[in-house]
């Protein structure tokens, strides 16, 4: 369907705070500014939730929702999505991914012209259109409606390759867009590891404008629209306990209600005692524009400290006229005698709900779970974290959750704020990364090194190596999603950087996930099996739900266990000098198990 350049503007995008005061700094004066694409886009959603039925927009094709954009809110999706000033007329290249079957609605209307040219990198063909922009601001639209995974980049270049001008790119929006020169091996897409192979002549010397690959998600309306499995309520729920400070002395409880109650208090006490402590909760509101009817949930939070150790504690929840059940916790004491249970990859998936339930009921005395990351399949889709919730049933109302983030949650590289937003964990991550993304703590005489492998791993490594060396525990262990040692993947600066360091520092157990079976390791010292424990460090991955999606063939020389029958989850009990390390099935039993003495 063609639709006229006339058509165009009202509400839309993924924008910073600060950036609608940039969009209208420069507007004439007297000229309404246009707005910017977020808010554009949190419009138009909000008027198709209540003009139309769930049914009819997720059974809609694009056409449909092009037909039912406002000129005014075209008008944003063409212009409001990138923007640069340059100093010269030039011409600028629009990289459009050959597999994506619509172009952009606006491109054509714009007067962008279709050539024969071809540009690639390691994975993708992009076909080149092209048009002619005078001196001043050059606006471009959308990428798509449908969330094309594969965004367009763009190349700027002077219309007179003859002039003496130096050609500048200035005012770029938004600012995180990288200038570059376009030439081979340059990225384009500012954190995906694709570079620049071939290009025709007519792009050389142009400059190269790299972009976020996540930037098709501020845009997509085209089977968006999602529902909530479990949506909120005025009742408390999604009830799940953390540790931010020392497990003896504090815990971290959070929940959800809808957005209508805000007015909540939590009253906790000692067992055993007619006394009680009422404190009010922060609340936070949580926004997913797709979530039909429910797009907007509060999320509360409480920090409590000062607690004795190796206490039972009851608490229950009041949220406007609705209490909850009576919950309970227990704060870690000096025995050197405990459990946890650990958890793969999960995505939010029903038969991950049921097998955490089991495992709760079959060992009441876990002392918290952990998981390895891709706990969900979209980290920023909040639906996808109601079923996280949903299907677990009460087991983290009463047991503490320590996770880090895979590479699902940070998706398309748009950061985990959800995920940040839903867990109070330490803040102590290294520097220059989010201050939860990656934390330690100290559980009885267990150091657990807790590390968010999607950050940048150069920043991690002095981090790392500060950790263990100030670490006097008895044992150590390290969860991190991506498996230094597997099949599937290479991770060289993980295996360079850090395989040296747990080695060094003889790091007990790594424990982690993505591979989407079982294995566990010989253990291993410099890259090689060595004949005990004492000497090495075991390695082990697991799934926790969406097994045998890869087939496994020959074990690799490190591996002594290897299971994809099934999805698993893992117990180990710690008592002073002694470890035992189980792992179950979906079915209770054990399909592997070990032991290390000191």
Not at 93 to 118: C, H
Not at 307 to 334: A, E
Request: net charge negative.
């Amino acid at each position: 369907m063609m639709i006229s350049t006339q058509r165009l503007l009202r509400y839309f995008s993924l924008l910073i705070g600060g950036s609608f005061l940039f969009l209208t700094a420069c507007q004439p004066k007297n000229v309404e500014p246009t707005p910017p694409l977020e808010e554009t886009m949190d419009w138009v959603i909000s008027r198709f939730y209540a003009e139309f039925s769930p049914g009819e927009l997720k059974n809609a094709d694009q056409s449909f929702f092009l037909s039912n954009l406002t000129p005014q809110e075209l008008k944003v999706l063409s212009t409001q999505y990138w923007k640069f000033q340059v100093n010269e007329p030039v011409i600028v290249s629009l990289m459009i991914d050959v597999d994506q079957k619509t172009i952009p609605f606006w491109v054509e209307e714009a007067g962008f012209k279709k050539t024969d040219l071809k540009v690639t990198n390691e994975e993708f063909t992009y076909q080149v259109w092209r048009k002619e922009f005078p001196e001043g601001m050059v606006e471009l639209g959308i990428p798509g409606i449908e969330n094309h995974r594969i965004p367009y980049f763009v190349s700027v270049g002077k219309a007179d390759k003859e002039s003496k001008t130096k050609l500048e790119i200035t005012n770029v929006f938004p600012d995180y867009q990288e200038l570059q020169s376009f030439q081979q091996g340059s990225p384009v897409y500012t954190c995906w590891d694709l570079e620049l192979k071939t290009y025709p002549d007519e792009l050389d010397g142009d400059i190269l404008l790299a972009t976020n690959r996540g930037r098709p998600r501020e845009s997509h309306l085209f089977q968006a629209i999602r529902e909530t499995n479990f949506p909120s309520s005025g009742a408390p729920d999604q009830i799940a306990l953390s540790w931010s400070g020392d497990p003896k002395t504090s815990i971290d409880i959070q929940w959800r209600t809808s957005l209508a109650i805000s007015d909540n208090t939590l009253t906790y006490w000692e067992k055993g005692s007619t006394d009680s402590i009422q404190v009010n909760s922060n609340v936070k509101e949580l926004y997913d524009r797709l979530v039909y009817g429910d797009s907007r949930v509060n999320h509360h939070h409480v920090s409590l400290k000062n607690l004795l150790p190796g206490t039972d504690y009851f608490y229950q929840i009041k949220s406007g006229n609705h209490t909850s059940d009576v919950y309970s916790f227990q704060t870690s004491n000096d025995e050197d005698e405990f459990s946890f249970i650990w958890f793969g990859d999960t995505h939010n998936q029903q038969d991950w709900g049921d097998l955490i339930q089991k495992a709760d009921s079959k060992f009441p005395q876990t002392a918290f779970y952990s998981f390895t990351g891709d706990m969900v399949d979209h980290g920023l889709y909040r639906n996808e974290w109601d079923d996280f919730f949903g299907y677990s049933g009460q087991v983290f109302s009463k047991k503490p959750l320590m996770p880090i983030p895979g590479n699902h949650e940070n998706q398309d590289d748009l950061g985990n704020q959800l995920y940040y937003d839903l867990w109070s964990l330490p803040r102590n991550a290294p520097t220059n990364t989010p201050e939860e993304s990656s934390y330690s703590f100290v559980y009885k005489n267990t150091f657990f090194l807790m590390i968010d492998a999607t950050q940048d791993v150069n920043l991690l490594t002095p981090w790392i190596e500060e950790q263990l060396k100030s670490s006097n525990s008895e044992w150590t262990i390290v969860m991190l999603h991506f498996p230094p040692y597997n099949w599937q993947s290479a991770y060289p600066d993980i295996v360079e950087q850090w395989i040296p360091l747990f080695d060094q520092y003889q790091v007990d157990i790594v424990q982690s996930g993505h591979v989407h079976n079982y294995m566990r390791s010989k253990p291993m010292f410099a890259g090689n099996a060595v004949e005990d424990f004492s000497k090495g460090t075991v390695y082990v991955y697991s799934v926790g739900t969406g097994y045998n999606l890869f087939p496994i063939g020959e074990p690799e020389p490190y591996v002594l266990v290897q299971e994809n029958s099934s999805y698993y989850y893992q117990r180990v009990e710690i008592n002073g000098k002694r470890l035992q390390f189980f792992t179950y099935n979906s079915e209770g039993e054990v399909v592997d198990k070990f032991e290390i003495r000191k």
